[in-house]
C-alpha cells in the first residue's frame, strides 16, 4: 500500500513539473514570438496619447522576464490562456467548444481500435493457426506502412466516418503488442500444465492468460491514447473535423504561438494522465496477482 | 530471403532515383502549359499535375529526396541519442536522471503534436531547399527521444557487467573505459535504432507534407506529391496518383523486414 502510495505521488510530482515546466516553456515561446512586442490596439484612431502611453506601461512591465513568467503562470492558473492572434479569441472559449468533439473521435476510434486488437490477438492466440496469423500480421503491417495522413484521405474517398480512420491508425500498433503479450503469456509453463489438466480453453484464456498480461495491456492502452491524439492531426484536418486537432494544425499554419503552446500543454498532460493511470492500474493488478 | 528481397527493392530504388537527372532530364519544375492535369501518355508516364509539371519526373526526385533524407535525420538522431543516452546511461546517478527526465518530458508529447508544434517555430515561407533541411533536421532533432532511453539502458547495464567491472579493476577509467569497452558493445543497439528510425521519419515527412507543413513547392517530396490525394474524388478514377504511395509502402515495408532480421542478429 505505501509503494502504491509513493507511485501515485511520484506521478503526481510528474504531472506538477511537466505543467510548470510546460508553462514556462510556453511563456517563453510566446515571448519570442514575431510580434510580442507589438500591440495593434495602439492603432486604433480613437485612442488619445495618455492611452498609447498607458497601453505601452503595461506592456513594459512585461519587459521583465521573472515578472513576465509569474503573471504569466498567474493567469494560466485562473485559466486565462491567452487569446488566439489568429482567430481572435479567447484559447479557452476555443478550446471548450472544441473538446467534445476530439473526446468523442478518440473514444470511438481507440474502442474501435482495441475491440479489433484485442478480437483478432485473442483468436490468433486462441487458434494458433499459421494462416490465420499471416493473413492479421499481413494486415496490420500493411496498414502500419501507411502514413496517418493517407489513412484519414483514404476514409473520405471510401465515405467512413474519421473514426474508423482513427480505429485503423491506432490498430497496427495495439494489434502487434497484445499479439505478442497473449503469444507469450500462452507460452508460460502454467498454461501449459493447465492444458494438461484438461482445462478449457476459455477458462485458460480468461483466467490464465488473460491476466498475466492484464499490466502490460494497460501500458499499451495509455500508450494506445498518446497515438490516437496525435493521430488526431490529420484525421480531424483532413476530415474537416473541427476538433482539438485541426485547431492545433490551423495554429501551427498560421504560426499561432499561444493557441498553440496551450493545446500542446493540453495534450502532454491529458497524455501523462492515461499513462500514470494505466501505470497505477498495472500495479494494483500485479499486487493481486503476486 | 526476405532480407534479400528487401535489400534488392531498396537498392532498384536507390539506383533509379539516383538516376532521375538522366531518367527525367527536364526536371520536376518544368510546367507543360499545354498538358495541364494530364493522364498518363507516353510523353509523360505518370501524367501531369494541375500546374502542367511531369508527375514521373517529381516522383522520381521525391523518391530521391526522401531516401537520402531520412536515413541522413536518422543518423543525425542516433548519434544524438548515443551522446545523451549512452553518456547518461554508463555517468549513472543525477545525470541518467536528468537526461532521461528531459527525455521523458519529449516522449509525453505525441510525436506528431511535438512535430508541428516546433515546425510551427520556424518560419514556414522558407526556400525549397531549405525547406527540405528543415523538415528533416527537425525529424532529426527532435527523434532521438525513444532511442536515447534504450541506450541510457543498454549503457546502464553495461556498466555493471562483469568485463567492465574486471577493466575498472585493471585500472581503465573515464574515457579509455568507455570508447574501449561500452561503446563497441553499444553498437548493435545503435544500428537496431538507426534501421528503426528510418521508416518513422519517411512517414513523418509524409504526414507533414500532407498537412502542408513540410518541404515546400516546387521541391518535390512523397509527402508533397501524397497531398494530391486530397483532391481525388475516387479511388479507381485516377489510379496513377497513387504511385507515391505505393513506392512509401513498398520502401517502408522493405525497412521493416531489414529491420525485423536486425531485431534477430544477436545483440
Known amino acids: 500500500m505505501q509503494k502504491l502510495r509513493w507511485k501515485i505521488a511520484g506521478h503526481g510530482l510528474a504531472l506538477l513539473a511537466t505543467l510548470l515546466l510546460g508553462g514556462l516553456l510556453s511563456a517563453t515561446l510566446v515571448r519570442l514570438a514575431p510580434g510580442f512586442d507589438s500591440d495593434e490596439r495602439e492603432l486604433d484612431p480613437h485612442l488619445n496619447a495618455q492611452s498609447v502611453q498607458a497601453l505601452r506601461e503595461a506592456r513594459r512591465r512585461d519587459d521583465n522576464i521573472f515578472r513576465f513568467y509569474l503573471s504569466y503562470m498567474r493567469r494560466a492558473a485562473r485559466g486565462d490562456m491567452g487569446t488566439s492572434v489568429a482567430l481572435g479569441q479567447p484559447v479557452r472559449t476555443l478550446l471548450r467548444e472544441r473538446i467534445p468533439l476530439t473526446l468523442r473521435l478518440l473514444g470511438t476510434g481507440l474502442a474501435l481500435a482495441w475491440v479489433l486488437a484485442s478480437t483478432l490477438s485473442l483468436t490468433a492466440a486462441w487458434l494458433r493457426l499459421s494462416i490465420y496469423d499471416t493473413v492479421t500480421t499481413f494486415a496490420s503491417a500493411t496498414l502500419l506502412c501507411l502514413p496517418a495522413a493517407v489513412l484519414a484521405l483514404l476514409s473520405i474517398l471510401w465515405n467512413v466516418p474519421g473514426s474508423i480512420a482513427m480505429a485503423l491508425i491506432v490498430f497496427p500498433h495495439t494489434y502487434r503488442y497484445a499479439r505478442n503479450l497473449l503469444g507469450k503469456a500462452y507460452s508460460r509453463p502454467h498454461i501449459i500444465a493447465a492444458r494438461a489438466r484438461g482445462l478449457g480453453e476459455a477458462r485458460i484464456l480468461f483466467w490464465h492468460v488473460v491476466p498475466v498480461a492484464a499490466p502490460q495491456l494497460l501500458a499499451l492502452a495509455g500508450v494506445s491514447v498518446s497515438m490516437a491524439i496525435g493521430a488526431s492531426i490529420p484525421v480531424e484536418a483532413l476530415c474537416g473535423l473541427p476538433g482539438v486537432g485541426q485547431l492545433a494544425w490551423q495554429a501551427a499554419l498560421a504560426r499561432d504561438l499561444p493557441l498553440l503552446v496551450n493545446i500542446t500543454i493540453l495534450v502532454t498532460l491529458v497524455t501523462l494522465l492515461a499513462n500514470s493511470s494505466a501505470d497505477v492500474i498495472g500495479h494494483i493488478l500485479r499486487r493481486q496477482e503476486s | 530471403m526476405d532480407r534479400i528481397i528487401a535489400c534488392a527493392v531498396l537498392a532498384l530504388m536507390f539506383a533509379v532515383s539516383a538516376a532521375a537527372p538522366w531518367l527525367a532530364p527536364a526536371g520536376y519544375a ?238
Not at chain 2, 531516401?67 to 543525425?76: C, N
Not at chain 2, 538507426?194 to 521519419?201: A, D, E, M, R, T
Open chain 2, 30 to 267: 518544368k510546367q507543360y502549359r499545354e498538358a495541364i492535369d494530364e493522364p498518363p501518355s507516353r510523353t509523360h508516364w505518370l501524367g501531369t499535375d494541375e500546374v502542367g509539371r511531369d508527375r514521373f519526373a517529381r516522383v522520381l526526385y521525391g523518391t530521391r529526396i526522401s531516401l537520402l533524407l531520412a536515413p541522413a535525420a536518422a543518423l543525425f538522431s542516433t548519434l544524438m541519442a548515443a551522446i545523451v543516452g549512452g553518456l547518461a546511461g554508463y555517468a549513472g546517478g543525477a545525470w541518467a536522471r536528468i537526461a532521461m527526465a528531459v527525455t521523458d518530458l519529449f516522449m509525453s508529447l505525441p510525436w506528431l503534436f511535438l512535430l508541428i508544434t516546433v515546425r510551427a517555430l520556424m518560419p514556414l515561407n522558407v526556400p525549397p531547399f531549405l525547406s527540405v533541411l528543415v523538415t528533416f533536421l527537425l525529424l532529426g532533432l527532435l527523434g532521438w527521444t525513444t532511442a536515447a532511453r534504450v541506450l541510457c539502458a543498454s549503457a546502464s547495464s553495461l556498466r555493471s557487467a562483469d568485463f567492465v567491472r574486471q577493466a575498472r579493476a585493471s585500472g581503465i577509467r573515464g574515457r579509455r573505459l568507455f570508447w574501449v569497452h561500452v561503446a563497441p558493445n553499444l553498437k548493435p543497439v545503435l544500428y537496431a535504432q538507426f534501421w528503426i528510425s528510418i521508416p518513422v521519419f519517411i512517414l513523418s515527412e509524409a504526414n507533414l507534407g500532407i498537412l502542408g507543413l513540410g518541404v515546400s513547392e516546387p521541391m518535390p517530396s512523397w509527402g508533397s506529391l501524397l497531398k494530391e490525394l486530397e483532391g481525388l474524388v475516387s479511388v479507381g478514377a485516377e489510379p496513377w496518383k497513387f504511385v507515391p504511395l505505393v513506392l512509401l509502402v513498398v520502401v517502408v515495408t522493405s525497412f521493416q523486414l531489414l529491420l525485423s532480421r536486425q531485431e534477430e542478429l544477436p545483440a
